[in-house]
């Protein structure tokens, strides 16, 4: 009898092999940070700064839709000062740490792919191999510790963002004015909601390098192995990071 989900189960199996290598890799490399600190520090560049505008669009569509949409549900039943605090909690919880993840994992981890796969093409990585040189030391640890310093930094960037884009359209379409807003922003306001969002996307940070990592270096050779694996860290990434914020969030405000 054929198991009919065997080929899923080894692929499956496979990536879990992947993750656990690379991550393994990256916390043994951890111990190289002072000699690779210039690469580090290009990442941070390249991952946060080169997002910034990025994430500060996104964001503020993300804090006015979900103002309107939280006035639609909530104006006829609660006080008007309330929506300012649904908006906030909202923002700070899952909105902020989520889409900055699954934005920037857009960029960021095809990009990753792309550099990897191409190095994987022309063989690069092997020449690395040759020379002594460790890829994951090399190539892989900075830009994941890059990751996972910049997606709170840019994650709180896009939270601020959201939050007055929020207040701002309140006040023009007449749902509540600044002070309604941002009093009931301020009212329950809980540092639990801010710093467990920002744990959130450290993690993300992580699961969008990986992604962009272990879909690079598994490249299969030529120009079509170097497109699937771009896509692939696309789909990859916005999965872990879906999977993550559900156990996060259970374990955080659960």
Do not use: C, H
């Not at 210039?38 to 941070?44: F, K, N, S, V």
């Not at 900055?100 to 792309?114: H, K």
């Not at 709180?156 to 359209?169: K, L, N, R, T």
Request: a neutral charge; glycine letters at 10%; proline letters at 3%.
């Amino acid at each position: 009898m054929v198991f009919p989900f065997k080929g899923f189960f080894l692929s499956f199996l496979e990536l879990l092999s992947e993750i656990s290598y690379t991550t393994v890799s990256f916390f043994t490399s951890l111990r190289f940070v002072r000699k690779y600190f210039r690469e580090i520090i290009y990442e941070i560049y390249e991952i946060g700064y080169n997002s910034l505008l990025l994430v500060i669009f996104t964001s503020s569509f993300v804090g006015m839709v979900a103002t309107i949409q939280t006035a639609y549900q909530v104006r006829d039943y609660v006080p008007v000062i309330y929506i300012g605090s649904g908006v906030a909690k909202a923002v700070m919880i899952e909105l902020g740490p989520v889409i900055t993840g699954l934005v920037v994992a857009g960029r960021i981890s095809s990009g990753i792919a792309a550099e990897l796969g191409t190095m994987v093409v022309t063989e690069q990585i092997d020449a690395l191999y040759v020379m002594g040189i460790n890829p994951y030391r090399f190539l892989v640890m900075p830009r994941m510790l890059a990751g996972i310093i910049v997606l709170p930094l840019l994650t709180s960037v896009s939270i601020a963002v959201a939050i007055f884009s929020g207040m701002f359209i309140a006040n023009l379409s007449g749902v509540a004015n600044y002070f309604e807003f941002s009093t009931g922003a301020k009212m329950f306001f809980l540092p639990r909601d801010l710093f467990g969002g920002l744990l959130k996307s450290m993690f993300f940070g992580y699961a969008l390098t990986l992604s962009g990592a272990i879909s690079g270096l598994s490249s299969e050779r030529g120009a079509e192995g170097v497109g699937k694996a771009t896509t692939k860290a696309v789909v990859l990434s916005s999965i872990l990071i879906l999977v993550l914020d559900y156990i996060l969030g259970i374990l955080i405000f659960g």
